[in-house]
T-cell receptor, first 112, second 114 residues
Framework: DGGITQSPKYLFRKEGQNVTLSCEQN?????MYWYRQDPGQGLRLIYY???????QKGDIAEGYSVSREKKESFPLTVTSAQKNPTAFYLC???????????FGPGTRLTVT | AQSVTQLDSHVSVSEGTPVLLRCNYS??????LFWYVQHPNKGLQLLLK??????LVKGINGFEAEFKKSETSFHLTKPSAHMSDAAEYFC????????????FGTGTKLQVIP
């Protein structure tokens, strides 16, 4: 059963703690993406990766970090430097940058 | 520069009546255009895509969209709304020849009234 998985679905953390969100795909896609979604603001791109061992900052990369050591995995770390980390985080993958993206189910992060 | 504008943040229709969700775009290159649907607390699902073939694109769940280059529009339509269509819809543009950046619209929430 091919697709994208994100875990966990809900995540709670205390302010000041780093937290890592998981994203795995078995679609053999080269490109992977992380988005943040806040009410009324649509999707904002955090980071994207076109190929293993390479990634680029998106529009709101400050306070986040990623790695792409394997084609199927693109974890996102929300660091303590992120001022307002509570949000819904979506991971996506695509054959290439210009192709349609396939989305995971999302992780809702709450930081208190 | 590339941008996408969804002209309505909220649309309300009665069940069984037509749906029209409007999207205008700008792109320096030949664009690919997509519509996605998102149900509450879920990921996005691709409804349909335009990639320079037929200008009238049919998607899943009875939705279709027409690419109009002269109007720089890619409006999403459905002849008859169903209660299960209530969701948020996103129009997306991607440059196929240039920088290949992907830009999402801010979304349109569709309410279906029984």
């Amino acid at each position: 059963d091919g697709g994208i998985t994100q875990s966990p679905k809900y995540l709670f953390r205390k302010e000041g703690q780093n937290v890592t969100l998981s994203c795995e795909q078995n679609l053999n896609h080269d490109a992977m993406y992380w988005y943040r979604q806040d009410p009324g603001q649509g999707l904002r791109l955090i980071y994207y990766s076109q190929i293993v061992n390479d990634f680029q900052k998106g529009d709101i990369a400050e306070g986040y970090s990623v790695s792409r050591e394997k084609k199927e995995s693109f974890p996102l770390t929300v660091t303590s430097a992120q001022k307002n980390p509570t949000a819904f985080y979506l991971c996506a993958s695509a054959l290439g940058v210009a192709n349609e993206q396939y989305f995971g189910p999302g992780t809702r992060l709450t930081v208190t | 520069a590339q941008s996408v504008t969804q002209l309505d943040s909220h649309v309300s229709v009665s069940e069984g009546t037509p749906v029209l969700l409007r999207c205008n775009y700008s792109s320096s290159y030949s664009p690919s255009l997509f519509w996605y649907v998102q149900h509450p607390n879920k990921g996005l699902q691709l409804l349909l895509k335009y990639t320079s073939a037929a200008t009238l694109v049919k998607g899943i769940n009875g939705f279709e969209a027409e690419f109009k280059k002269s109007e720089t529009s890619f409006h999403l339509t459905k002849p008859s709304a169903h209660m299960s269509d209530a969701a948020e819809y996103f129009c997306v543009v991607s440059d196929r020849e240039g920088y290949q950046k992907v830009t999402f619209g801010t979304g349109t929430k569709l309410q279906v009234i029984p």
